[in-house]
């Protein structure tokens, strides 16, 4: 499989109302879950569950969120499980 660059994959969040943001958490999961793979070195994972944390004050209070300093729309990856010389791919 050619690596894809993360680019491709749109995760943006349409915030005009809670049924946009859901709509919007839907179609991100369904691309994610069925177009997607994660090579970490040379083993190939599928995705088969994904969650979604994401607060937009009046709108959509996650209230499971963590406060980070990450810019909207980049992947976070629980670092617990993640040895420093593994290379994240995704395909």
Do not use: C, P
Request: proline letters at 0%.
């Amino acid at each position: 499989m050619v690596a894809k660059e993360m680019e491709q994959l749109n995760l943006n969040i349409d915030t005009t109302s809670q049924e946009s943001i859901q709509f919007s958490f839907e179609n991100i999961a369904k691309d994610i879950l069925l177009n997607w793979q994660l090579r970490v070195n040379d083993a190939l994972f599928s995705f088969t569950e994904i969650e979604f944390y994401y607060f937009h004050k009046g709108i959509h209070e996650d209230n499971a969120t963590h406060i980070h300093d990450y810019d909207q729309g980049l992947w976070r990856f629980h670092s617990q499980q993640v040895l420093s010389n593994e290379k994240f791919v995704f395909v």
